[in-house]
């Protein structure tokens, strides 16, 4: 499965921006991770076919994952955007869907980033 995302760029400290992972095969679950410099790649949201979700406490009730199965397509909806928000955002893929989402190796299939910047 190839991943590319979509949507990154730079945005004032309270806007919103939308990323997009276009996937060429269907997966269980997709995910949304991020990384800045310096720091551990950390998951952000992660979303199942079926459509349920779950969300790292710093980006809940901001961010909002969804997903259009028949485009294959994985949306991430981030209002309210805060500088603690900056990095490069990456999309994911596998089969794996439980409580360890925010784990890296749950993964099989990655896209290549796109950077976030928030920034006045």
């Known amino acids: 499965v190839q991943l590319v995302e979509s949507g990154g760029g730079l945005v004032q400290p309270g806007g919103s921006l939308r990323l997009s992972c276009v996937a060429s095969g269907m997966s269980n679950s997709m995910a949304w991770f991020r990384q800045a410099p310096g720091k551990e790649r950390e998951g952000v949201a992660t979303?199942?076919?079926?459509?349920?979700?779950m969300y790292a406490a710093p980006v809940k009730g901001r961010f909002t994952a969804s997903r259009d199965n028949a485009k294959n397509t994985l949306f991430l909806q981030m209002n309210s955007l805060q500088a603690e928000d900056t990095a490069k955002y990456y999309c994911?893929?596998?089969?794996?869907?439980?409580?360890?989402?925010?784990?890296?190796?749950?993964?099989?299939?990655w896209g290549q980033g796109t950077q976030v910047t928030v920034s006045s």
């Open positions: 994911a893929a596998g089969s794996y869907y439980g409580s360890a989402w925010y784990d890296p190796s749950k993964y099989s299939y």
């Open positions: 979303i199942h076919v079926g459509g349920g979700t």
